[in-house]
């Protein structure tokens, strides 16, 4: 038997999640976000589902469009950091991508450039987050600059982030919504601002366009239960199997550094997942995993290629049982808060080492 270790994909359920948000935000188009690789999903297996019933797919950098365009994808993609450099704006043009305008230098680089075709821009305005997008108090002067651009489309969208939408008690959304309302009263043209926590929390953000990424995964970007993620659906399921199983005393100790100690006599199970496979080596003693579909935690350091875990009161584990990492019954984000990260860590940073299977077409 090969090695088990599967990051299982369930197309199924990233198609459901889409309907959520659209549900949730029916007078929205939708911008589906598969940047980094679709969350670790795997850009070319998302993209290809999500491309017909998306409005727009949005990657973070001409190099990600590129590989979806190679690969057939011909919807409009968005470059949500826009470009890096000026002769992109060409590249960018040949291949109908979309651009985000971000800066100043992003608008110069615009208004010098000779397109075959012109581009349609995103003009993005920091309402508080303060890491890309243009001051508030440039807005109409740069808004004006790129409709009187020749390398731009008419339809310019204006749009902004939020830094706090996960957080549904921070005063911070409601705060750079009524910025935005304020920004973008006097221009005729169509705005954006949500993300995953802003679609499913925040109706009042939806706008003409929504630009959700994490929910389509099936996860809830909010730390507490939320009103609607209960009803989205986990794609990734990252599965392993019980490779050994070992009795270990009393006062014996399990894995490196002997920071795990047998307070009673205790079944380890050894699973062949580790942090070369996308298992995050911070994980401490106690973070959960599922045993033939039951709870069993984390026992002992996380190895490269294995981790170890204590199945002392699953007696029915033998060799050769599944092991669930993440995913259906166990939600990445419960793993991550474990390992003092978020779900969108976990699943992006999954290596090729472990083959994304699509199992649910
Ligand atoms: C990544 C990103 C999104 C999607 O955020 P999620 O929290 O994954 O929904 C939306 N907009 C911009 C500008 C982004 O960079």
């Known amino acids: 038997m090969a090695r088990p270790n599967q990051a299982r994909l369930n197309l199924a359920a990233l198609r459901h999640n889409l309907s959520v948000a659209r549900t949730l935000a029916p007078g929205s188009s939708v911008v589906a976000v598969v940047k980094a690789n679709a969350y670790g999903h795997g850009a070319h297996i998302v993209a290809r589902e999500l491309a017909p019933l998306a409005d727009a797919l949005a990657v973070a950098c001409i190099e990600e469009a590129v590989a979806l365009r190679e690969s057939g994808i011909t919807s409009p993609i968005l470059l949500l950091q826009g470009v890096f450099e000026a002769a992109e704006l060409t590249l960018a043009s040949e291949l ?80 750079q919504i009524s910025e935005f309302e304020r920004l973008s009263a006097d221009f005729p043209c169509q705005r954006s601002a949500a993300n995953s926590a802003g679609v499913m929390a925040w109706p009042a953000a ?84 599922l045993v033939n579909g039951q709870r069993a935690t984390l026992a002992g350091r996380v190895s490269m290629d294995m981790i170890t875990v204590d199945v002392t009161d699953l007696p029915a584990v033998r060799i050769g049982d599944e092991v669930v990492l993440w995913g259906n019954g166990l939600p990445v984000g419960e793993v991550a808060r474990h390992v003092g990260t978020i779900g969108y860590e976990l699943t992006t940073r999954m290596p090729a080492r472990t083959p994304r299977i699509v199992v649910t077409p």
Request: glycine letters at 8%; aromatic letters at 8%.
């Open 206 to 289: 939806h706008y003409d366009w929504v630009r959700p990424g994490y929910m389509l995964y099936g996860n809830s970007p909010f730390a507490g239960t939320q009103a609607n993620s209960g009803s989205l659906q986990a794609v990734m399921t990252l599965v392993s199997a019980v490779i050994a199983l070992h009795d270990v005393a009393p006062g014996e100790t399990v894995g490196y550094g002997a920071i795990w100690t047998a307070r009673r006599p205790s079944r380890i199970a050894t699973v062949t997942i580790g942090y070369g496979d996308g298992y995050p080596r911070l994980a401490p003693a106690g973070t959960p995993v």
């Open 96 to 175: 109908g991508l979309w651009v985000m305008v971000n800066t100043l230098e992003q608008l110069c680089w615009l208004e010098e450039a000779r397109l075959q075709q012109p581009l349609r821009c995103w003009l993005k305005v920091d309402t508080g987050m303060h890491r890309l997008g243009i001051e508030p108090s440039d807005t109409a002067a740069i808004y004006q600059r790129l409709q009187a651009c020749h390398q731009v489309q008419a339809d310019i969208v204006l749009c902004t982030h939020f830094a706090s939408a996960d957080d549904p008690a921070s005063p911070q959304t409601a705060a």
